[in-house]
C-alpha cells in the first residue's frame, strides 16, 4: 500500500467537531509516520501483533498537544473536572433565556420545556436546583424538601437515583422525552419537562409548571415538530 | 492437519454488506429520536466509546469460543423461552452495532480499512442473523423495525399461560400501587447498576389479548449479585436475578416496540390502564418462566411492596458506592457494561469466564487518553447522528434511509477485495485485559448462588424442555395442524406445570377456554 486510503477520500476528511478533527487529523499522522518506520506490509501491521504500533502514550500525546494549543474541553461529568480541572472550561450554569415579564394571573412565564406526560392539571411547587452530587448526598441525609420542583442539567437517570421519587416535578434543561430521566418520572408518575429553556428562576421560587398541556411524541422529536408547555413563576 | 482455509465469497459479502446497511438504517433512526445522553454522574459518551473498541477487538474470538460449544441459532431458541439479557436490546441491535461502531471508529483514525478484519465481520454479522432468525423464530422477522417496529417472541402456549393467570387490577387497589411503585423503582435501579444504560429492561410485544387490550412483556435482568462485582455486597438481598413482568394495558396501542426494546403508545403510556398484571423469574437453569407470588393479588401486592423495598435500600447503597469512584472507575465500569452486553450468550453457552467479559482489552485501554468529555461527546455525536466523520460520507446522489442525505453509518466492505486479495483477516485472538473491579461473590441463579465454574457446569449439563431434540422444533405453525400430538401436548403441558388455571389443560385450548377458566 503505497498511499493511505484518507489520503484519497473522494468526498472530503474533515470531521464536524473540532476535537474529533483535531485528535484524527494527530492520530492519522502518528499512524502514517509509524507505518513508514515499521518496513512492514499493511496486514503485518494494522492489526496482528503490531496493531499500528500505537501506544497509551501516544494517544496521550494526541491529547496533551491539543491542550497545550490553549484549547479546553467541555465537561459532562462532574468527576472529570473535579479530578482534572485543568483540563476542562468551568462547567455551565444555567441554560438562561430571555423571560417574557408579562404578570398575568398572578404569574409569569420563565420558561418552556417538552412535556413527558399530560396530566389532568398543572403541578405548583418551589425551585430546587440540583447540580451535583453533592448536593444530592445532602438530601439523602437530611431529606429532599416537600413539594420541590427539581431543576437538573442532567437528563440521565443516575444523578438523582436516590432522590427523585421525592420532587413534585422535574425540569430538566436538557434531553428529550425518549431520555433517562424522562423515562423515570413517567414510572414515577412524577411531572416533568425535558429540553426546558429557562431564565430568571432563582431557588425557593414558587413554580408552576403546565403539565396538562399536550405531550411531545416521539413522532414530533422524529419531524422536529416543536411542542412545548409553559414554566410560570407565581408571583 | 490444519483445515483449509475457505476464500471470501462474493455472496458472503453481498449479504454481510446489507446486513451493515440494515443495522445503518436503523441505527439512525433510534439515535436521532433521541439526543446523546449525557450524566452528571457517568462520563457516559467516553464509556461508551471505550465499549465499542473493546467489543471491535474482542468480540469475534469470543463469538467464536461460544460456538465452539453451541451454535448461535441454539442460544437463540434458549433465549426465546426466558428473560434474560439475550433480548432484542442485546442480540438485535447492540451485537451487530457495537461491533461495527468500534470498526467504524478505528476506521476514522486511520487505524483500519473497511478491508481490515473481514472474516471477522463476516463472522459477526453472520452470528447476529443466526441468532436473530432464531430469536425471533415466532414472529419471523430478523428485527423489531423489519416487522414495523414489534416483537412477538412469543408462542402460544406461554402467552396462553399469561393469559390464564395475570391478576386484574384497577387503578387505586393495593395490587395497582405496589406494582406501580416496583416498575419505578426497579428501573431506577437498572439506570444506576448498568452505569445510566438501559439495557437492563427490555420490553417485547405487543401482544393481542382482546377487546382493545395489548400485553407487553417487560423484563429487568442482572438484578442480583452476578458479573457486575459492583453489585457484591449491594444485591447480595436479593433473591432473583432477572423478573419478567407481563402487563394487559386498555385503552392503549403499543404503535412501536423499538429495538432498543423501548415503545412507543397512543395515547401515552399510563400506568392507570394496565388492567392485568404478573410477576415471573427465569434463567438458565429455571426451564422458562417460574411464576413469584402469583397465587393471589395480595401475595403479588405484598411481594412487589417486599422487592421495592430490597431494590431501595440496594438503590441507596449502591449510589453511594459509585457517588465515590474516580473517573477511571465509571469510565471502564460503563464502558464493561456496554462491552459485556453479549455475556449471556457465554453463559447459555456455558463457557462465561469473567476475564473474557469484565476486562479491557489492552489493545482499547490505550485509546482511554483520549476519552476526556468532549472528544467523547463528540465523535459519538457525529459516529451516531450527525453521520459526518470521513468514512461515512457517500456520493453526492445518496439519499440514506430516514435522513435524504448522503451519508451512511457503516461502511461496507469492498468487493474488489475478491480481486485483489489485499484485505485482512481477523483482529486476532485477545489481547491482555485488565480491570479496576474484582469479583468477590458468585452468581446469583434459581439454583442459589453458584460460584464460576458450578454455573458452567450446571448450564452444560442442563437442556431445557423447550430445547430438548424431540421439542425444539415445534412452532406454532406445527401446533395449528397437530396440537394432539404426544410431543405437543407433552410440550403445552411442561410450560403449563407451574400454573395455577392452566396446569395439565395441554394444547387444543383456545382464547374462549381460557376466558372461561378464568371466569369459573
Known sequence: MKRFQWDQNKFGLEESTPTSRAFHHSIRALVRERFEASGLEWKDFVLAGSNCGLSESDFRSVEAKLLASGYRFDVSATISAKEEPEKYKAMKGQHERTVNAEIKDGRMEVGVGDNVVTYPASVKGSALYVHTTDEVMAMVMEGVPPGSIAIIDDSGGTLTAPILEHFAGVICMGGSVRSHLGILCREYGIPCFMNAKIGGINNGDRLEINCAAPARSAVDCQKGIERTAEIWKLV | ?520
Request: hydrophobic share 35%; aromatic share 10%.
Open chain 2, 1 to 520: 492437519m490444519e483445515a483449509v482455509k475457505k476464500p471470501v465469497t462474493y455472496a458472503q459479502l453481498l449479504e454481510t454488506n446489507n446486513l451493515m446497511q440494515i443495522n445503518s438504517d436503523e441505527s439512525y433512526w433510534l439515535c436521532v429520536t433521541r439526543t446523546t445522553q449525557e450524566s452528571k454522574l457517568f462520563p457516559v459518551s467516553p464509556y461508551m466509546m471505550l465499549s465499542y473498541a473493546n467489543a471491535f477487538y474482542r468480540w469475534p474470538s469470543l463469538l467464536r469460543k461460544i460456538e465452539s460449544r453451541m451454535s448461535m441459532e441454539e442460544c437463540g431458541d434458549r433465549a426465546r423461552n426466558m428473560g434474560t439479557k439475550t433480548d432484542t436490546l442485546t442480540m438485535g441491535w447492540t451485537l451487530p452495532c457495537f461491533y461495527l461502531l468500534g470498526r467504524e471508529w478505528l476506521i476514522n483514525m486511520g487505524m483500519l480499512r473497511p478491508e481490515d478484519a473481514v472474516e471477522d465481520v463476516i463472522y459477526v454479522m453472520d452470528c447476529w442473523k443466526r441468532m436473530q432468525l432464531s430469536y425471533h423464530r415466532n414472529d419471523g422477522h430478523i428485527t423489531n423495525s423489519q416487522y414495523g417496529h414489534r416483537s412477538q417472541l412469543m408462542p402460544e402456549r406461554q402467552l396462553q399461560v399469561f393469559e390464564a393467570d395475570l391478576h386484574d387490577m384497577t387503578p387505586g387497589d393495593a395490587l395497582h400501587v405496589a406494582s406501580s411503585k416496583f416498575m419505578a423503582t426497579v428501573s431506577q435501579y437498572q439506570f444506576l447498576s448498568h452505569c445510566e444504560c438501559r439495557i437492563g429492561i427490555c420490553n417485547q410485544g405487543p401482544y393481542s389479548f382482546g377487546e382493545g387490550r395489548e400485553l407487553i412483556v417487560r423484563d429487568f435482568m442482572d438484578l442480583g449479585v452476578g458479573d457486575y462485582p459492583w453489585l457484591d455486597g449491594v444485591a447480595d438481598k436479593f433473591p432473583f436475578h432477572n423478573l419478567t413482568v407481563p402487563m394487559v394495558v386498555k385503552d392503549t396501542h403499543f404503535e412501536l416496540m423499538d429495538d432498543w426494546g423501548s415503545f412507543e403508545s397512543k395515547p401515552e403510556f399510563r400506568a392507570e390502564n394496565i388492567v392485568r398484571i404478573g410477576l415471573y423469574t427465569s434463567d438458565l437453569l429455571s426451564d422458562s418462566y417460574v411464576p413469584v407470588a402469583m397465587e393471589s393479588p395480595q401475595a403479588l401486592a405484598a411481594k412487589f411492596t417486599e422487592l421495592t423495598r430490597l431494590i431501595s435500600d440496594a438503590n441507596q447503597v449502591l449510589w453511594k458506592k459509585i457517588a465515590g469512584w474516580s473517573r477511571a472507575e465509571m469510565l471502564e465500569a460503563g464502558a464493561l457494561v456496554y462491552y459485556n452486553i453479549l455475556k449471556d450468550v457465554a453463559h447459555i453457552a456455558g463457557v462465561y469466564e469473567q476475564s473474557d467479559w469484565m476486562e479491557i482489552d489492552e489493545r482499547a485501554q490505550r485509546l482511554v487518553p483520549l476519552l476526556n468529555d468532549e472528544y467523547g461527546r463528540d465523535v459519538l455525536t457525529e459516529l451516531v447522528g450527525l453521520l459526518t466523520l470521513p468514512s461515512q460520507v457517500c456520493n453526492d446522489y445518496t439519499m440514506a434511509m430516514h435522513k435524504n442525505t448522503n451519508h451512511r453509518m457503516y461502511s461496507p466492505i469492498p468487493y474488489t477485495i475478491l480481486n485483489t486479495g489485499d484485505y485482512t483477516a481477523t483482529s486476532g485472538p485477545l489481547g491482555k485485559g485488565s480491570s479496576l473491579f474484582k469479583k468477590t461473590t458468585g452468581w446469583r441463579t434459581t439454583r442459589g448462588v453458584l460460584d464460576q465454574e458450578s454455573y458452567n457446569k450446571a448450564v452444560r449439563e442442563f437442556t431445557p424442555t423447550a430445547c430438548t431434540p424431540e421439542a425444539r422444533f415445534i412452532d406454532d405453525s406445527w401446533v395449528k395442524y397437530h396440537h394432539k400430538d404426544a410431543n405437543v401436548e407433552a410440550l403445552y403441558r411442561h410450560t403449563q406445570t407451574r400454573s395455577p388455571r392452566l396446569a395439565n389443560k395441554g394444547a387444543s385450548l383456545k382464547r374462549e377456554d381460557i376466558t372461561k377458566l378464568r371466569n369459573g
